[in-house]
T-cell receptor
Framework: AQKITQTQPGMFVQEKEAVTLDCTYD???????LFWYKQPSSGEMIFLIY??????QNATEGRYSLNFQKARKSANLVISASQLGDSAMYFC??????????????FGKGTMLLVSP | DAGVIQSPRHEVTEMGQEVTLRCKPI?????LFWYRQTMMRGLELLIY????????DSGMPEDRFSAKMPNASFSTLKIQPSEPRDSAVYFC???FGGGNQPQHFGDGTRLSIL
């Protein structure tokens, strides 16, 4: 079963507008973490923002914020005031603790965001 | 601070040849990860190390793939013999500790097997 679902293959937004990229996840463990990464056309993977399952407040990092709805198991990324440089693929990822030791990240299939002037 | 450094950035080689990908993690990071990215399968974890010790290699597709980490500042991913279906972008990532620490990725190696 897919653990991370990103239902939007592509999104379009006009410059200076806000955009929300959807991410839903599936886990039965109460302790987990959610990450968002950006992959521009140049190919590198850039860490954007993190949300822990026990965090009381939604994470924010500059123009990025995470709309975390635990009961719905969703962790949507909100980009405010879009810029042309935001055009990229965006990946949602989840860390689940295994029984012991370090846990690994499971990535969604990504959403391609295009920002138009 | 220097990020994760991978080499080469691009590699084109013929089927059957040995391929070696290299990675230098961020200094002080104790976890190192190798991923493969393809259009069909997305990002897949191949193997990861903790303090230079391989912890989980269940993602390594076949015996043709091997990875080593002889010291804290260097890791290799080797494919021998290479096949066209190994063509992909291979990423190395590192992190300090587990939990909420993000993995920091290198720029990747774009591998093409002809």
């Amino acid at each position: 079963a897919q653990k991370i679902t990103q239902t939007q293959p592509g999104m379009f937004v006009q410059e200076k507008e806000a955009v929300t990229l959807d991410c839903t996840y599936d886990t039965s463990d109460p302790s987990y973490g959610l990450f968002w990464y950006k992959q521009p056309s140049s190919g590198e993977m850039i860490f954007l923002i993190y949300q822990g399952s026990y965090d009381q407040q939604n994470a924010t990092e500059g123009r990025y914020s995470l709309n975390f709805q635990k009961a719905r198991k969703s962790a949507n990324l909100v980009i405010s005031a879009s810029q042309l440089g935001d055009s990229a693929m965006y990946f949602c990822a989840m860390r689940e603790p295994p029984g012991s030791g370090y846990s690994t990240l499971t990535f969604g299939k990504g959403t391609m965001l295009l920002v138009s002037p | 601070d220097a990020g994760v450094i991978q080499s080469p950035r691009h590699e084109v080689t013929e089927m059957g040849q040995e391929v070696t990908l290299r990675c230098k993690p961020i200094s002080g990071h104790d976890y190192l990860f190798w991923y493969r990215q393809t259009m069909m399968r997305g990002l897949e974890l191949l193997i990861y190390f903790n303090n230079n010790v391989p912890i989980d290699d269940s993602g390594m597709p076949e015996d043709r793939f091997s990875a080593k980490m002889p010291n804290a500042s260097f890791s290799t991913l080797k494919i021998q013999p290479s096949e066209p279906r190994d063509s992909a972008v291979y990423f190395c990532a590192s992190s300090f500790g587990g939990g909420n620490q993000p993995q920091h990725f290198g720029d990747g190696t774009r591998l093409s097997i002809l």
